[in-house]
């Protein structure tokens, strides 16, 4: 099978900073997967999300080098307009994301499909059926400028999903939201998931990542530390030492192991917690 | 001495009731969480204690000083607040400028202003960050140069609006350490948070809102196992309580506590 | 929601080119009469029968005291030509000078008025679709009416900055000189922010195939219909009549 995004030896220094922010990036990313990028603030991690989109070389400069590959084809080769269909972007700031110019929430969510040229009938529908999936009728009239950044997060998220890329790269959707706010974007990632997207997720909340992702990288020092599964890597102790927290039962599991009896598997989420502590 | 608030009702312009009778005191030297939904009311109520906003009924006293007589700028030496967004705050060309920032402007002599500067900036892990313009640093760090400014201020209650957002397992321990050390230092500390574990590893005492009014004022454990109060709240047991929960350990809320009870 | 009445529903690009139309023939045919007389009273009836009338009559009133009368005044006492027709102090009011400022006023006077009915009766976004749809670039429309939203924005958050700068110890109440020294520090945070987010939406809009090189199509659907297709030409060609008759001789122009 094909990788549907590869970076091959990426090497990438702002304009601006004095380093570089990579030194030999490498990683293959197949359809369906489901990756948390972590790592301690200023290792990166959005950084490598706007180079996979592109955003990096076009809007924001830097010497870049290496290989960056949507299905074999590089990245900065394409346009921005090229790849917005192709690759979905959520931001960390629910507060500068909407369009800016649209008076309800059912026109900011059209905008991308207007920009995309979709027929006005089938506009319409996609649009309806993304309002129905994400569950935010109660907001289909209201102005965008006038939202919670729960609402607004989520209303960002809908305008992206009607666009339907195949990839989404979802950088720190839930950074400003209550428990509340953040369990129903998980929500609606669960459905995009269960869709069989493609989805590249940072997230400092990890209880979610341990839950939702299937892989995990961790930046570390401008380059990848850890590349594997999520109860792999999030059972090793010394990520902490990383600047990445633990799943409480995970910090439970390696402590008992220590100081109680040495566990086989130490749990990442909390089934998997319950079912060996019941044993 | 301390932040004694009497039935206080605000309401916004457009009529809009953002905190209805509210009484609580806080005394000086407490570390205090604030928990609860966004909406709920949480920033309202601390704004009410540095004058940010001014109450429509009831009272706000800080250290015998009836808030209604005095400006937030006058307040602020007693009341620091740190706002949610660091951007609404910074505007110096430098780190070191920017915490000088209240010290010079109330006049200090040079020398003073250093010390306070280098003290706040080693607390809140800038030193190295002094001659940096605040806007080159990340989101994180700048939400601690914020922090270091109020504490330069030498204010003797600081709030803290949101400091966990976005930060990474270490920013979250230097929190909690300047927390530790303004304890020791007798300020007082409140802070709204969303990070349960944070709040659990660092507060004692932790107020809980819901729908503009205190739904609960106690300690982790009778906030986290007291399922009425996380409904009412919208909140959620982390997820040690909840694996407690169902292996019948109650009343924990750390791992120690639940390591305890299975030896 | 309140039905819209016949101007308010007209196709937003029918309008602007009528009202830009009967401003041009006031520049050209240059008589007072024209606005005075004709167009502005018009377009009071207008406003009147779209039952806009009042927030319409705030927003000329409005107009006209910001600058309609200030060009009034120093056409009329300043350009003296002709004879005296008042006098008071070292003021005269000329028959040249009251001639020329009722042309000049009414012309300002048309645009003014059909311009602002124009605005009165139609939303942004629909006179942007329909001057995209003319091949107005995406660009524009989008500056246009990101600008219009935008300061709503900055007020609200102007007065956040001026939140967080008075619990910086920053005295902002009180008298002018303390209200001029905070200016800065609430300044260079909106300024700063602005700039940064400025990138941002940069970004954000890419999300959305803003700079897609795929023709653009609208949620909002508007056509200008038959009538309104007919109408503007016989504006125009009302307008045309209008100036030849004023101009040519041969049919009683330049009397």
Same mark, same amino acid.
């Given at each position: 099978?094909?990788?549907?995004?590869?970076?091959?030896?990426?090497?990438?220094?702002?304009?601006?900073?004095?380093?570089?922010?990579?030194?030999?990036?490498?990683?293959?990313?197949?359809?369906?997967?489901?990756?948390?990028?972590?790592?301690?603030?200023? #290792?990166?991690?959005?950084?490598?999300?706007?180079?996979?989109?592109?955003?990096?070389?076009?809007?924001?400069?830097?010497?870049? #080098?290496?290989?960056?590959?949507?299905?074999?084809?590089?990245?900065?080769?394409?346009?921005?307009?090229?790849?917005?269909?192709?690759?979905?972007?959520?931001? =960390?700031?629910?507060?500068?994301?909407?369009?800016?110019?649209?008076?309800?929430?059912?026109?900011?969510?059209?905008?991308?499909?207007?920009?995309?040229?979709?027929?006005?009938?089938?506009?319409?529908?996609?649009?309806?059926?993304?309002?129905?999936?994400? $569950?935010?009728?109660?907001?289909?009239?209201?102005?965008?400028?006038?939202?919670?950044?729960?609402?607004? =997060?989520?209303?960002?998220?809908?305008?992206?999903?009607?666009?339907?890329?195949?990839?989404?790269?979802?950088?720190?959707?839930?950074?400003?939201?209550?428990?509340?706010?953040? +369990?129903?974007?998980?929500?609606?990632?669960?459905?995009?998931?269960? =869709?069989?997207?493609?989805?590249?997720?940072?997230?400092? $909340?990890?209880? =979610?990542?341990?839950?939702?992702?299937?892989?995990?990288?961790?930046?570390?020092?401008?380059?990848?530390?850890?590349?594997?599964?999520?109860?792999?890597?999030?059972?090793?102790? +010394?990520?902490?030492?990383?600047?990445?927290?633990?799943?409480?039962?995970?910090?439970?599991?390696?402590?008992?192991?220590?100081?109680?009896?040495?566990? *086989?598997?130490?749990?990442?989420?909390? *089934?998997?917690?319950?079912?060996?502590?019941?044993? | 001495?301390?932040?004694?608030?009497?039935?206080?009702?605000?309401? /916004?312009?457009?009529?809009?009731?953002?905190?209805?009778?509210?009484?609580?005191?806080?005394?000086?030297?407490?570390?205090?969480?604030?928990?609860?939904?966004?909406?709920?009311?949480?920033?309202?109520?601390?704004?009410?204690?540095?004058?940010?906003?001014?109450?429509?009924?009831?009272?706000?006293?800080?250290?015998?000083?009836?808030?209604?007589?005095?400006?937030?700028?006058?307040?602020?030496?007693?009341?620091?607040?740190?706002?949610?967004?660091?951007?609404?705050?910074?505007?110096?060309?430098?780190?070191?400028?920017?915490?000088?920032?209240?010290?010079?402007?109330?006049?200090?002599?040079?020398?003073?202003?250093?010390?306070?500067?280098?003290?706040?900036?080693?607390?809140?892990?800038?030193?190295?960050?002094?001659?940096?313009?605040?806007?080159?640093?990340?989101?994180?760090?700048?939400?601690?140069?914020?922090?270091?400014?109020?504490?330069?201020?030498?204010?003797? /209650?600081?709030?803290?609006?949101?400091?966990?957002?976005?930060?990474?397992?270490?920013?979250?321990?230097?929190?909690?350490? !300047?927390?530790?050390?303004?304890?020791?230092?007798?300020?007082?500390?409140?802070?709204?948070?969303?990070?349960?574990?944070?709040?659990?590893?660092?507060?004692?005492?932790?107020?809980?809102?819901?729908?503009?009014? !205190?739904?609960?004022?106690?300690?982790?454990?009778?906030?986290?196992?007291?399922?009425?109060?996380?409904?009412?709240?919208?909140?959620?047991?982390?997820?040690?309580?909840?694996?407690?929960?169902?292996?019948?350990?109650?009343?924990?809320?750390?791992?120690?506590?639940?390591?305890?009870?299975?030896? | 929601?309140?039905?819209?009445?016949?101007?308010?529903?007209?196709?937003?690009?029918?309008?602007?080119?009528?009202?830009?139309?009967?401003?041009?023939?006031?520049?050209?045919?240059?008589?007072?009469?024209?606005?005075?007389?004709?167009?502005?009273?018009?377009?009071?009836?207008?406003?009147?029968?779209?039952?806009?009338?009042?927030?319409?009559?705030?927003?000329?009133?409005?107009?006209?005291?910001?600058?309609?009368?200030?060009?009034?005044?120093?056409?009329?006492?300043?350009?003296?030509?002709?004879?005296?027709?008042?006098?008071?102090?070292?003021?005269?009011?000329?028959?040249?000078?009251?001639?020329?400022?009722?042309?000049?006023?009414?012309?300002?006077?048309?645009?003014?008025?059909?311009?602002?009915?124009?605005?009165?009766?139609?939303?942004?976004?629909?006179?942007?679709?329909?001057?995209?749809?003319?091949?107005?670039?995406?660009?524009?429309? &989008?500056?246009?009416?990101?600008?219009?939203?935008?300061?709503?924005?900055?007020?609200?958050?102007?007065?956040?900055?001026?939140?967080?700068?008075?619990?910086?110890?920053?005295?902002?109440?009180?008298?002018?000189?303390?209200?001029?020294?905070?200016?800065?520090?609430?300044?260079?945070?909106?300024?700063?922010?602005?700039?940064?987010?400025?990138?941002?939406?940069?970004?954000?809009?890419?999300?959305?195939?803003?700079?897609?090189?795929?023709?653009?199509?609208?949620?909002?659907?508007?056509?200008?219909?038959?009538?309104?297709?007919?109408?503007?030409?016989?504006?125009?060609?009302?307008?045309?009549? &209008?100036? %030849?008759?004023?101009?040519?001789?041969?049919?009683?122009? %330049?009397?």
């Amino acid at each position: 099978m094909n990788p549907v995004l590869e970076m091959k030896d990426v090497h990438f220094k702002y304009l601006i900073g004095k380093e570089k922010v990579f030194e030999g990036i490498s990683f293959k990313i197949y359809k369906g997967e489901f990756v948390s990028i972590t790592g301690r603030n200023g #290792s990166g991690k959005t950084t490598l999300c706007n180079i996979l989109r592109g955003f990096i070389p076009h809007l924001n400069q830097g010497t870049l #080098s290496g290989d960056i590959l949507l299905h074999g084809e590089s990245i900065p080769d394409k346009s921005l307009g090229e790849l917005a269909d192709k690759i979905g972007y959520i931001f =960390q700031n629910p507060f500068i994301q909407n369009s800016g110019i649209k008076e309800t929430v059912y026109e900011e969510i059209a905008f991308g499909l207007e920009n995309l040229g979709i027929p006005r009938e089938e506009m319409i529908k996609t649009v309806d059926d993304t309002i129905k999936l994400l $569950k935010i009728e109660d907001l289909r009239e209201k102005h965008p400028a006038e939202l919670s950044g729960g609402q607004r =997060q989520r209303v960002a998220i809908a305008s992206i999903i009607a666009m339907d890329p195949p990839i989404l790269i979802i950088d720190e959707p839930t950074s400003q939201l209550d428990p509340k706010g953040t +369990e129903e974007i998980f929500e609606i990632i669960k459905l995009l998931k269960e =869709q069989k997207k493609t989805i590249i997720l940072v997230e400092h $909340k990890i209880d =979610q990542v341990a839950e939702y992702a299937s892989r995990i990288i961790m930046l570390e020092d401008k380059k990848i530390l850890f590349d594997g599964t999520t109860n792999e890597i999030l059972s090793k102790e +010394e990520v902490m030492t990383y600047g990445t927290n633990l799943p409480q039962v995970a910090k439970l599991g390696i402590k008992y192991s220590k100081e109680v009896k040495k566990l *086989e598997k130490i749990p990442t989420v909390l *089934e998997e917690a319950v079912k060996i502590f019941k044993g | 001495m301390g932040i004694v608030i009497e039935n206080v009702i605000f309401n /916004y312009p457009n009529g809009f009731c953002a905190i209805d009778d509210i009484s609580i005191s806080i005394e000086r030297g407490e570390k205090v969480a604030i928990i609860g939904q966004n909406g709920a009311g949480k920033t309202t109520f601390v704004k009410m204690m540095n004058n940010l906003l001014r109450p429509n009924s009831g009272t706000v006293i800080v250290d015998d000083i009836n808030l209604s007589d005095v400006t937030t700028a006058q307040i602020s030496k007693k009341v620091g607040y740190v706002f949610q967004n660091p951007g609404d705050q910074l505007f110096n060309s430098t780190v070191f400028a920017e915490i000088a920032y209240n010290p010079r402007y109330r006049k200090l002599p040079e020398s003073k202003v250093k010390e306070l500067v280098e003290d706040a900036a080693a607390l809140c892990g800038l030193t190295k960050y002094l001659k940096t313009n605040p806007y080159d640093l990340p989101f994180g760090l700048r939400k601690f140069v914020t922090i270091a400014c109020v504490i330069a201020m030498g204010s003797e /209650y600081i709030i803290l609006d949101e400091p966990t957002a976005g930060q990474d397992l270490d920013g979250l321990k230097l929190q909690g350490d !300047i927390i530790t050390e303004l304890i020791k230092r007798n300020k007082t500390v409140i802070t709204i948070t969303h990070d349960m574990e944070f709040v659990i590893d660092n507060f004692e005492r932790i107020i809980v809102m819901a729908d503009k009014k !205190i739904v609960t004022d106690s300690n982790p454990h009778n906030v986290f196992w007291d399922f009425d109060v996380l409904e009412t709240a919208s909140l959620k047991q982390p997820s040690i309580c909840k694996l407690g929960n169902e292996l019948g350990i109650t009343d924990i809320v750390t791992i120690d506590e639940f390591l305890q009870k299975v030896k | 929601m309140v039905k819209k009445r016949f101007i308010s529903r007209m196709y937003p690009l029918t309008k602007l080119i009528i009202a830009l139309t009967l401003g041009g023939t006031s520049i050209i045919v240059h008589q007072w009469q024209f606005g005075y007389l004709f167009i502005m009273p018009l377009m009071f009836l207008l406003a009147i029968l779209d039952g806009k009338f009042k927030s319409y009559f705030k927003k000329v009133f409005a107009a006209i005291v910001v600058f309609f009368l200030f060009i009034f005044l120093i056409q009329a006492f300043l350009v003296p030509v002709g004879a005296t027709i008042w006098q008071w102090e070292f003021l005269h009011l000329t028959v040249g000078g009251l001639d020329k400022a009722l042309n000049i006023t009414a012309t300002i006077g048309v645009f003014l008025t059909t311009l602002l009915l124009v605005f009165e009766t139609t939303n942004m976004s629909d006179l942007m679709v329909s001057l995209q749809k003319t091949g107005m670039p995406n660009g524009a429309a &989008y500056v246009f009416l990101a600008s219009i939203q935008m300061i709503p924005e900055m007020n609200k958050r102007s007065k956040v900055i001026m939140q967080a700068q008075r619990a910086r110890g920053i005295e902002t109440e009180g008298n002018m000189w303390v209200r001029t020294k905070a200016f800065f520090p609430t300044l260079s945070p909106l300024i700063i922010s602005s700039i940064t987010d400025i990138g941002d939406k940069a970004a954000t809009l890419e999300a959305r195939a803003f700079s897609s090189s795929i023709p653009n199509t609208f949620y909002r659907d508007l056509h200008a219909s038959f009538f309104e297709k007919y109408i503007t030409v016989f504006v125009i060609l009302l307008c045309t009549l &209008y100036t %030849l008759w004023r101009y040519v001789p041969a049919i009683g122009g %330049l009397l």
